[in-house]
């Protein structure tokens, strides 16, 4: 199991634990090759999880709104949320590591859609006088 911290300033392992300084790379490379993910409720890492498949696990960050707001549409998806850590959450924890379920989530592609109404909505550039060009 790897843990990332902005704290951590080598790699260090304690039991079934490696603890890895933040690097990009290295994230990226575990969060392809594991198997879930718990994470605080931003926007980004719970949306990657989401889309590549992996079971994931939310702990908002305290007194951060965004947060908030992201834990209770992940939570209404079926996405396992607490905001705080006791003995109680550490056995959901520990049974979400054992037994939790990827929540499957139908992304489909709208980039066509997207950029027709780009057009729709944008209205066509004026004529270029002869003597001027264009200013890009």
């Known amino acids: 199991m790897a843990y990332f911290s902005r704290y951590a300033t080598q790699t260090?392992?304690?039991?079934?634990?490696?603890?890895?300084p933040v690097n990009n790379h290295d994230f990226v490379r575990s969060l392809i090759t594991c198997e879930g993910i718990l994470t605080g409720?931003?926007?980004e890492t719970p949306a990657e999880a989401l889309f590549?498949?992996?079971k994931l696990f939310?702990?908002?960050i305290k007194g951060q709104y965004e947060q908030q707001c992201n834990a209770a549409a992940l939570k209404q998806m079926g996405v396992p949320v607490v905001h705080k850590i006791d003995n109680f959450t550490l056995s959901w924890i520990t049974d979400w590591v054992c037994e939790g379920?990827?929540?499957r989530?139908?992304?489909?592609?709208?980039?066509?859609k997207i950029v027709a109404g780009i057009?729709?909505?944008t209205p066509a550039?004026?004529?270029l006088i002869p003597h001027m060009q264009a200013p890009f």
Do not use: H, M, S
């Open 52 to 54: 590549l498949g992996k």
């Open 105 to 112: 989530v139908d992304f489909p592609d709208q980039t066509e």
């Open 125 to 127: 550039a004026p004529a």
């Open 58 to 60: 939310c702990i908002p």
């Open 12 to 20: 260090e392992t304690i039991r079934n634990v490696v603890i890895r």
């Open 101 to 103: 379920k990827n929540i």
């Open 41 to 43: 409720a931003g926007f």
């Open 119 to 121: 057009f729709e909505k």
